[in-house]
C-alpha cells in the first residue's frame, strides 16, 4: 500500500501545453451544453418558415438528444481504439458542417436528418474530451481542477444559450441560432492537433458492431420512452419502448461478458467507489433536470416574465454553478470527497426545499432565484467530484468507456427525472385545477384544454371573456405552484438520501489507483 501511495504521489505534473490544450477541450463542450437549449427559442421562427407537421416538430426538438444519449459509449470506446484527439477532430469537423447544414434546411425532414448528425457528432465531444482530461492530468489535484473546469465549461454553455440565441434571433433568421458552434469548431481543429496529445489503447481488440448497435438501442428506446411519459403520452408505446431498451440492455451486457474486447469493461463496475459516484451522479442529474424545466415555466409562466427576463434571472445559478465547479476541487485538497460530494447534496437539497417554500409564499423571483443558485452551487460539488471518482477509478486506457459511462448516466438520469418527477407535476396539477375550478363558471371545454399544462391554459384564458380568463388563469397558476411545492419538495428528500449514500460509500479521489488495482486492470498509459 505504501507503495503504492508513492506511485500516486509521484505522479507527473502537468506542463503550460496542457492547460493551454484544457481551455481548447472546453471550447467544444460550451458549445455542446449551447446547443441543447438554444432551439427552444428558434421554435416559433422556424414553425413559420418550414411549417414542420407536429410529428416532426417533435423530432427536430427530440432527435439530437436521442441520438447523443445512445451514440455515447460507443463513441467513447471508439476513442480508446482509434485515438482520443482523432475522435475530437473528427466529431468537431462533422458538427460544423452538420450546424451549417441544419442552419440552411429547406424542410423538416432536411432539418431533423442534421440534427440527428449533430447528435452523432456531439456523442463524441464529451467522453473525447474528458477522456483527454484523465490521460492530460495525472495528478489526482491538477486532474480534480481539470475536470471542474470542464464541468463549469457546460454551464457556461447552458447559460449563455438562450441570451446568445435570444440575441441573434432578434436580429438575424433562425438557422443562425445553428452557426454559433462553427468558429469554435474551426478553432478547434486548427489548434486541437497542436496543444492536445494523442492517447489510444494499444492492447483494444476490434470495435464490436452488434455491442455498438445494442448500446444505442438499448438507450434510445429507455430515453424515447421516457421522454413520451414526460410528455403526456403514457400509453402502451412509451412503456414498450423502455421494455424492449431494458431487454436489449440486458443482451448488452450478457453479450460483453464473453466479449474478449467488450465495449465496456464490466470491471469498472467492481469498483464500489465507481457504483456509488455513478449512482450519486444519475440522482444528481435526476433532480436537476427536472428543476431546470419547471423553474423556467414558473418565471414565465406563473410570474409573468418575457423569455429574456426570465433568462436573466436564471443567471445567478449559472455563476454559482461555474463557481462551485471550481472551488469543489480545492474543498477536496482539504477534506475527503465523500464529505464534499455530501456537503454539496445537504446544499442542494436546502435548496430544493427552500425553492419549495418560494413557490407557494414568495410573490417575486427573488427567493426563487436564490433558491435556484443554492442546489445549483451545491449540486456543482456533486457533479464535479462524481466525474472526478468515476473517471479517476478508470485506468488510463479505458477512460474514454468511463467517461461514456458517466455521460449515459447524466442523460439517464435527466430523462428519468423530466418523466417521473413531470408525471408527479402533471397529476397534481390536473387535480387541483379541478378542484379550485369547480362550479366557478369557467366552460367545460376551457377546463378540459387547460388540464394539458399551464401553457394551454394561459392560451385557453387568453380567449375567454375578462373574468372568467382572469379565474382559470389564477387557478391555473395555483395549481402548477401545488405541483411545483411537491416535486421540489421530493427533489429535496432525494438529494438528502443522496447525501447519505455519499457519506457511506465515497472517501475521496485518492482510491483510484487501488480501485484500478483491485479490479485487475492494467495501469499503462495508452500511446
Known sequence: MGALAMSVAASPKAGVREWIGLGVIALPCMIYSMDLTVLNLAVPHLS????????????IVDIYGFVLAGSLITMGTLGDR??????????????????????????????????ALLGLAGATLAPSTLSLIRNMFLD?????VAIGVWIASFSVGGTIGPLVGGALLEHFWWGSVFLVGVPVMVLLLLLGPRLLPEYRDEAAGRLDLVSAAQSLLAVLGVIYGLKRIAEGAAGIPAFAAIVLGLAIGVAFVRRQRKLPDPLIDLRLFRSPTFRAALTINTLGFFVAFASFLFVAQYLQLVLGLGPLEAGLWTVPSGIAFAVGSTVAP????????????????????????????????????????????????GLSFVFTLAVDLMVGAAPPERAGAAAAIQETSSEMGGALGIALLGSVTVAIYRRTLGEHLRGSGVPVD???????????????????????????????????????FTTANISSAVALAAALLAALFLRGPGQRSAVAANSGMPQQRGQ
Open 140 to 144: 489526482d489535484r491538477e486532474r480534480s
Open 446 to 484: 376551457a377546463l378540459d384544454a387547460a388540464r394539458a399544462n399551464l401553457g394551454v391554459a394561459a392560451d385557453t384564458a387568453a380567449g375567454l371573456p375578462a373574468a372568467a380568463g382572469s379565474v382559470l388563469l389564477d387557478a391555473a397558476r395555483d395549481a402548477f405552484s401545488a405541483a411545483f
Open 48 to 59: 413559420a418558415a418550414l411549417r414542420p407537421s407536429s410529428a416532426q416538430m417533435l423530432w
Open 330 to 377: 480545492r474543498l477536496a485538497r482539504r477534506q475527503p470527497a465523500g464529505k464534499v460530494v455530501g456537503g454539496g447534496l445537504l446544499l442542494a437539497s436546502a435548496g430544493f426545499a427552500l425553492m419549495a417554500q418560494a413557490c407557494r409564499w414568495s410573490e417575486g423571483p427573488a427567493l426563487l432565484v436564490a433558491a435556484y443558485a443554492l442546489l445549483s452551487l
Open 82 to 115: 482509434i485515438g482520443r484527439r482523432r475522435l475530437l477532430l473528427i466529431g468537431a469537423l462533422c458538427f460544423g458542417l452538420a450546424s451549417v447544414l441544419a442552419a440552411f434546411s429547406t424542410s423538416a425532414v432536411m432539418l431533423i436528418a442534421t440534427r
